[in-house]
């Protein structure tokens, strides 16, 4: 009578230890799923109609800032990863038109995002941009603009884009113009001049 005492206890035991399995294998299921669904919900594919704005605004940025402005209620309904893209083509319109760019405090988080994702070719973009944006401070004392000019730089790298790695280099020299470090500075606007014409990036060569 003990040995199927015994024997009973222990079929309940490993009766209940296999629920217990199964059911924690059932949340690590439904866990791992969720991650899923917002992996691909914050990194799912750029719309195609974004990414086309990127080649109008090389050539016609102001027509680009149209688009882009009529697509920001959009925005809301879109994913991280695209609004992040979106963002970001709205700085690059703005500089191109010399324009004040009104997602400018987002640009910090931009930068955050695609550190984390590690796309090389739009965070040197967000880097520039920022470096830019304390550029335009002219402030001596602020090597902020300095340092996201080198961080460009070390992405610009990765990317092979002659005639953004020419603006980059833009940007340094004018930083050490501010710096008063002229010598620096001319040694920098030759390297941008002769990446700009690599890139055949005309506008920068004016």
Known sequence: MLHFVEFFIYLYDTYNKSKLSRMRNTY???????????LYACHKPIPEYISHIEN??????????????????????????????????????????????PYDSLLTDVIQYYEKRKESDKLMKAYYFMGQRHLEL???????????????????????DD????????????????MNLFKEAIRELQIAYSYSLAGNDKRACI
């Open 56 to 101: 109008i605004i090389e050539k016609n940025p102001d027509s680009a800032l149209i688009i882009l402005d009529s697509l920001e209620e959009q925005m809301q309904k879109e994913s991280l990863s695209t609004r992040m893209y979106y963002n970001l083509l709205v700085t690059e319109a703005c500089d191109k038109c010399d324009i004040p760019n």
């Open 163 to 178: 005639a953004f790695t020419g603006r980059i280099y833009n940007q340094i020299g004018k930083s050490f113009v501010y």
């Open 28 to 38: 690590l299921l439904l866990y791992l799923l969720l991650v899923v669904i917002c």
């Open 138 to 160: 002219k402030a001596e004392d602020d090597p902020a603009a300095l340092l996201y000019s080198f961080r460009a730089l070390e992405q610009s790298v990765k990317v092979e």
